[in-house]
């Protein structure tokens, strides 16, 4: 009998085989696709990423994320500066992290007025909707952990040398606000989910798991003559639609 880790390793070629045949037919036929990772800090963004994109195109592949903005590009308009990120035609691009950091981080730790927070809320569907009404299709996934795995991932960032550069200010507080993110969170899919780009949720305490099931959901997502969805249903108690109505299958 395999053991979980040789499933694992089993498991992600075979995934990463058909990310690559998917992301050859997206470059054959010059489609564009965008992909946002959202969730509390440690939720496990990096680590997904990086086994998605591990044997894609490093020349139609780009990963986005950016950092505190510049005293100008406060003054623009606020999805300026994400606008230049967004994928030209054969690419695939992922935010690790996107515009809804003023959703998130920005509410919590007042990092925008109300009324700037308002104005974006409002904004972001009809945004999305005119990205998707230009032939970008656009896939939001948010990366649901609880709060005690968060406070030993945080632990084990802190205390690793090779991971510390990930440790921030802001991490240092991220339990202490928990209940803000909760609601902040809350408000946020609640308010942004919408047909053209709906929001999907992925349990991630266990990485593995995490890592198998989002990437199967993303290929069963994306349309690939190559690929026949069916091989690649993924657990629907890890990964699944948001529903308002299914809130307490969050954490809080």
Same mark, same amino acid.
């Given at each position: ?6 499933? =694992? ?15 050859? /037919? ?5 489609? !564009? ?21 591990? +044997? ?14 510049? $005293? &100008?590009?406060?003054?623009?308009? =606020?999805? #300026?500066?994400?606008?230049? +990120? ?8 992922? %935010?690790?992290?996107?515009? =809804?950091? !003023? ?7 007042? %990092?925008?007025?109300? +009324?700037?927070? #308002?104005?974006?809320?409002?904004? *972001? ?15 939001? /996934? /948010? ?16 205390? $690793? ?5 990930? *440790? &921030? &200010? ?15 969170? @809350? ?8 047909? #053209?780009?709906?929001? *999907? ?15 199967? @959901?993303?290929?069963?997502?994306? +349309? ?10 993924? @657990?629907?108690?890890? *990964? ?13």
């Amino acid at each position: 009998m395999k053991t979980e880790n040789e499933f =694992y390793k089993q498991e992600l070629r075979r995934l990463q085989i058909a990310l690559v045949q998917l992301h050859r /037919y997206l470059i054959a036929e010059g489609r !564009r696709l965008l992909v946002i990772f959202e969730g509390r800090d440690a939720a496990g963004k990096d680590g997904v990423i990086k086994r998605i994109v591990e +044997h894609l195109s490093p020349r139609e592949t780009r990963v986005v994320a950016l950092g505190k903005p510049s $005293d &100008s590009e406060l003054t623009q308009w =606020y999805f #300026q500066r994400y606008c230049a +990120h967004l994928p030209a035609g054969g690419e695939f691009v992922l %935010f690790n992290r996107s515009w =809804y950091n !003023r959703a998130g981080v920005e509410r919590v730790m007042g %990092f925008c007025s109300d +009324h700037e927070y #308002q104005l974006f809320m409002e904004s *972001v569907v009809p945004f999305e909707q005119l990205l998707v009404a230009s032939d970008i299709q656009v896939v939001k /996934y /948010y990366l649901d952990i609880s709060r005690d795995e968060q406070q030993a991932r945080l632990k084990a960032r802190a205390s $690793d040398p090779l991971t510390q550069w990930k *440790v &921030s &200010s802001v991490d240092e507080v991220a339990l202490a606000h928990w209940s803000a993110y909760t609601d902040a969170r @809350d408000a946020m899919l609640t308010r942004t989910h919408h047909a #053209q780009a709906p929001w *999907v949720v992925v349990h991630t305490d266990h990485k593995h798991e995490a890592h198998i099931h989002l990437i199967r @959901d993303l290929l069963q997502r994306i +349309h690939c003559p190559a690929i026949q969805p069916e091989q690649f249903a993924p @657990d629907r108690a890890i *990964v699944f639609d948001y529903d308002p109505a299914h809130q307490h299958l969050l954490a809080h």
